[in-house]
């Protein structure tokens, strides 16, 4: 990957940057160059100076700054191309993120950049319905091919380099929507699973479970064993709230399904409707009768789920590796030196098997900063967006300023000390936070000597290891319906989504009983689930052939 980097960098053109070099009177962000393409040979002068941008926050940064634009990483873009950014961003949960979405979509007040989930269909991410086929056909967005061929000559260079990529994202008709995120190695791409506590176990004498029925029983001597030894009853066995029960599968995949569309040798599944499901169903709802899982699944809210984390509360959960494993490590190594948050192997049914659902991203996991239709300077939106892609947006984008945050040592980009050992109550996430968004989805190409420091920890290198293990076979790419199809298939699969979270919850509380569970797969065949499955079938056909 670094070579790629390297091969584009001789092409980071001025006029790339012309966005407004003049402008602000700094090069920072220029290099030198032997030759010039055609088609940027004789640009205009730029009319851009400001974007508004909409983009999700995230934890690691809300807790510290209003808006992305106190970021490190954007005040060095912002000498670099004279582009001030004004961010606009939602509510930190998901759900209320999508609502201010959708309303932005329909009342058609769009900011110049809108960066969200374009590719994906379901799941806890902010999407859009139908696709991104649909939202340029709907002139939400616009197609960027042309744009990119003449005015973006890092991304165009890195997709000519990967044709995977290219394939990934675009849609079936051909159309390149959005700038992407791009993990572009394996070791970026495997960064979340289960989680357990390694301090409980050793203390109660337990093995690793590695099965559902090893998880009960681990489970049942946290609630019952007072493993965190303040001689009461307050331990939560586990957390996994609602969308982490959607979110790569990490126990639904012990039955060999997901929470949404799947592939078995081909075939297009959907999981919610498969005899499996309600095995599952049956045994969460075991579990929330019980007491073993978190009684406010059903409700996350981050702050409260770190604070039972840090007051030694949580057993176990499904975590990032550093937006979990790492960041309470940091949290916890003064206050509890015995913490010890680990990896967890993904669970199966049977001692033995070979886990087949696991977390692992395609290069491309469908984020994507999009070009919105009212944007009065997409060309120059282009050549901003295309400086991540560049060789010193690479080392901006994953390693924040150098000489603040990073430094350059025999030829690479090393973290200073002082950002991979903050101080006590403060994550490396957190720390990292503070100069750009390497830790979380950005357009941008991720690089795996980024991923290397930032899991610093033995147990974040293990994790990553114990991760990586299933096969994901049954993963779908990020396909897509075709124009004709989106109407019809947005409709669809928004209202089964809908209906399946409120039963998914029913269900596991017990307000639902389960042998109901046929009629509620009844109801969403009634509700056109087997057109939405002949729709997917259609779209994988389609990528395979790409």
């Given amino acids: ?145 042309d744009l990119i061929d003449k005015y973006a000559p890092n991304l165009k260079k890195l997709l000519a380099d990967h044709p995977d990529w290219k394939k990934q994202i675009s849609t079936d008709e051909g159309s390149i929507y959005a700038f992407p995120f791009l993990r572009g190695d394996d070791k970026v791409r495997v960064f979340f699973g289960p989680s357990i506590r390694q301090d409980w176990l050793d203390k109660l004498g337990l093995k690793m479970p590695t099965t559902i029925d090893e998880w009960y029983t681990v489970l049942k001597a946290f609630k019952e064993k007072d493993p965190n030894g303040n001689g009461k009853a307050d331990e939560i066995p586990i957390y996994l709230d609602k969308n982490l029960f959607s979110t790569d599968a990490p126990f639904l995949g012990a039955w060999g399904i997901n929470y949404s569309f799947y592939q078995d040798s081909g075939t297009v ?34 702050k409260l789920f770190d604070n039972k984390m840090t007051t030694n509360l949580l057993g176990a959960t499904a975590s990032f590796n550093g937006g979990g494993i790492g960041k309470f490590a940091g949290l916890m190594k003064d206050k509890d030196p015995k913490f010890d948050l680990e990896a967890a192997p993904y669970p199966v049914l049977k001692a033995g098997d070979k886990a087949i659902w696991g977390q692992k991203d395609f290069a491309y996991n469908g984020v994507g900063a999009a070009i919105s239709a009212v944007n009065k300077n997409p060309i120059e939106t282009v050549k901003w967006l295309d400086y991540a892609y560049s060789e010193k947006g690479d080392l901006l984008f994953n390693y924040g300023v150098e000489g603040t945050s990073y430094k350059m040592e025999n030829g690479k980009a090393t973290f200073l000390p002082e950002i991979l050992n903050p101080p006590a109550g403060t994550s490396i996430q957190q720390s990292i936070a503070k100069y750009n968004r390497a830790t979380w989805s950005a357009p941008f190409v991720l690089s795996d000597n980024f991923q290397m420091q930032y899991l610093a920890l033995p147990q974040q290198k293990k994790a990553l290891e114990i991760w990586s293990k299933p096969t994901a076979e049954r993963k779908i790419p990020l396909v897509s319906p075709t124009q004709d199809e989106s109407s019809k298939f947005a409709s669809i699969v928004t209202d089964i989504q809908t209906y399946q979270d409120e039963m998914l919850l029913k269900f596991i509380m017990g307000v639902e009983p389960i042998d109901n569970f046929d009629q509620y797969v009844k109801k969403i065949k009634s509700m056109g689930i087997d057109d939405a499955i002949k729709i997917q079938q259609g779209a994988l056909e389609r990528f395979n052939k790409r």
């Fill in 1 to 145: 990957m670094k070579k790629s980097f390297k091969q584009v960098g001789s092409i980071v053109l001025l006029s790339a940057l012309v966005i407004s070099v003049t402008a602000c009177g700094d090069d920072t962000g220029s290099t030198s160059s032997t030759s010039t393409p055609q088609s940027s040979a004789n640009a205009q002068p730029p009319k851009l100076t400001k974007l508004t941008y909409w983009v999700a926050n995230h934890s690691a940064a809300s807790g510290q700054m209003k808006t992305y634009a106190e970021m490190g990483m954007y005040k060095e873009l912002e000498k670099a191309t004279g582009v001030k950014v004004d961010f606009q961003h939602p509510p930190l949960e998901v759900p209320q993120a999508q609502e201010q979405f959708n309303l932005m979509i329909a009342t058609n007040e769009l900011p110049d950049v809108i960066e969200a989930s374009w590719g994906a269909t379901s799941g806890a991410v902010i999407r859009y319905p139908g696709g991104p086929e649909k939202a340029i056909l709907d002139k939400k967005i616009i197609k960027l091919n």
């Fill in 269 to 302: 599944k959907y999981g919610p409707i498969q005899p499996e499901y309600k095995d599952f169903l049956a045994t969460m709802n075991k579990w929330y009768k019980e007491g073993l899982l978190d009684k406010d699944f059903a409700a996350p809210n981050d």
